[in-house]
């Protein structure tokens, strides 16, 4: 069966700082991949999705950047975090012509 | 105007009652229709997924489409305390490359 890991899971890192978040897939090959944001009480905003290795859309345009450096492997990176990259970080996998499938997520709190 | 529509609640109801969520989208594109259930802290789960128009039965839920009216419900019976906890709409189109949510309606089952 398939399973996502995405880690860690909770998170607290200071204003400027890099960040790196990973989240892989098992049991499954060539999935789409996604990262999505959910403030608090609120819905899910896209932030980058992938349909293939090195294939990388972005909904949001921002200090986030996303890679795929394998096929079941996607990275969330920053450069320098903002205050207000805190959030609850979601990652998701689908087959394509299926309902998404989601990570446990990481609680990033940037002080 | 939003993709997807979803009262965002908080909906409180006695154990035992009957409860009905609801969605509204403007895309006529969209053919797959999902259900959610995210616990605090947690990532979403799904409950339901279904295809077109039509009505799906899976033990006390009932997901509901109406494509006409670009109208979806999930439908819980015998609502249980267990079963508080934001559920989210969510809807794709044919490439299922990308998923589109509701906000997500919270739900409060008192005992």
């Known amino acids: 069966s398939q399973t996502i890991h995405q880690w860690p899971a909770t998170l607290v890192q200071p204003v400027g700082s890099p960040l790196s978040l990973e989240c892989t897939v098992e049991?499954?090959?060539?999935?789409?991949l996604y990262w999505y944001r959910q403030a608090a009480g609120r819905g899910l905003q896209l932030l980058f999705y992938?349909?293939?290795?090195?294939?990388i859309s972005s909904e949001v345009p921002q200090n986030l950047s996303a890679s795929r450096p394998q096929d079941r492997q996607f990275i969330l990176s920053s450069k320098k975090l903002l205050l207000s990259d805190s959030s609850f970080y979601l990652c998701?996998?689908?087959?394509?012509?299926?309902?998404?499938?989601f990570g446990q997520g990481t609680r990033l709190t940037v002080v | 105007q939003k993709e997807v529509e979803q009262d965002p609640g908080p909906l409180s109801v006695p154990e035992g009652a009957i409860v009905s969520l609801n969605c509204t989208y403007s895309n006529s594109a969209f053919q797959y229709f999902m259900w959610y259930r995210q616990y605090s802290r947690k990532g979403p789960e799904l409950l339901m997924y279904t295809y077109s128009s039509g009505n799906k039965e899976d033990g006390r839920f009932t997901a509901q489409v109406d494509k006409s009216s670009k109208y979806i419900s999930l439908f819980i019976r015998d609502s249980q305390p267990s079963d508080s906890a934001t559920y989210l709409c969510?809807?794709?189109?044919?490439?299922?490359?990308?998923?589109?949510f509701g906000s997500g309606t919270k739900l409060n089952v008192k005992p």
């Open positions: 049991g499954t090959s060539n999935p789409n």
């Open positions: 969510a809807m794709a189109s044919y490439n299922f490359n990308k998923f589109y």
């Open positions: 998701a996998w689908s087959t394509g012509r299926t309902e998404a499938f």
């Open positions: 992938s349909v293939g290795i090195g294939q």
